[in-house]
């Protein structure tokens, strides 16, 4: 079997996606709120000399202060049509608009994804760092594997640090605070795109591009995947990424787990759970031996937490 360049990509050292952000995080969550996006953006950069630094202390910050809004998500409003008689008109209607969603955000103090990534993208400007706003698809359950999405829903954003395109994902971030995780901040493309697929191909920042169709057959990896370097999935020996795996086969995954940390294969109804054997950085489960069908997730369990990485469905 050809392996896929993805997967080449996707087994550069996990150093790679590992910083420490402590103190740079302590002092962001420090700043006291404020509806002043300029004042607190040029406020939290000044600490720092470096555009990352200064990117993941805006980036701490929003997401210790803006809540996720689940009525607002629940219920989405379009937005009105805009008359205008010129472009440069459409451009002021435009930003008039979206400084309305800003200010809105702000006084709530919750928002949805793109009122994540228009606050994050307004304030990196404030500081002159170069930002662009995404948007694509993303899954939310194990049952959309093998679905084609049918419209984008989601929004993140890339963002141009030392003249290098990065990914980001505040919404998805929220939880860095509870879990000691860096949320989706300076993700690399190819492992990004587990979960996130731009409506722009050039947004995957990939040599080689995924089509839609792909990705939607793909495994499905679970918004807590970040926090586990896992860097390979193979079934057999060789490397894999559809959703379906054969039940004669033997599942294996390439990791970096920290002491204490454990992988377990869990069925849909939750009445199996099998470990994985550890070798190494290698975790293997045979499917067939411990009768695990259907939909299967591999769960991380850290003393009482138990957090899904991946789902895939094992056919007969």
Known sequence: MKLNPLFLLALLPCTLISQDYQAIDAFARSVSFSKDYPGIAKELAAPYS????????????????????????????????????????????RQARLQEKLDRMLRKKKGVCQDYAWLFQAMLA??????????GYSRTSPEQMGRVPRQPMHAWNAVKIDGKWQLFDLTWSTDMEETGSNGFFMMPPE????????SEDKWQLLDSLVTLEDWSGRAYWHKSYHRYPITRLMVDGQAHEHYEV?????????????????????????NKRVELVQSGQQYTVQLKEHRLRGTITIVAVEGNRFSPVLSFKVRS
């Open 191 to 198: 492992q990004f795109l587990r979960s996130h697929y731009p």
């Open 50 to 93: 470096t555009q990352e630094e200064q990117t993941r202390a805006i980036f701490t910050w929003i997401a210790h202060n803006i809540r996720y809004d689940d009525r607002q998500a629940a219920r989405p409003q379009e937005d009105e049509a805009v008359e205008y008689r010129s472009q440069a008109e459409l451009e002021q209607a």
């Open 126 to 135: 404030e500081v002159g760092i170069e930002s662009e706003f995404i948007g």
């Open 246 to 270: 054969p039940y004669e086969g033997e599942l294996s995954l390439t990791a970096e787990l920290k002491p204490g940390q454990k992988l377990y294969a869990m069925n849909a109804s939750g």
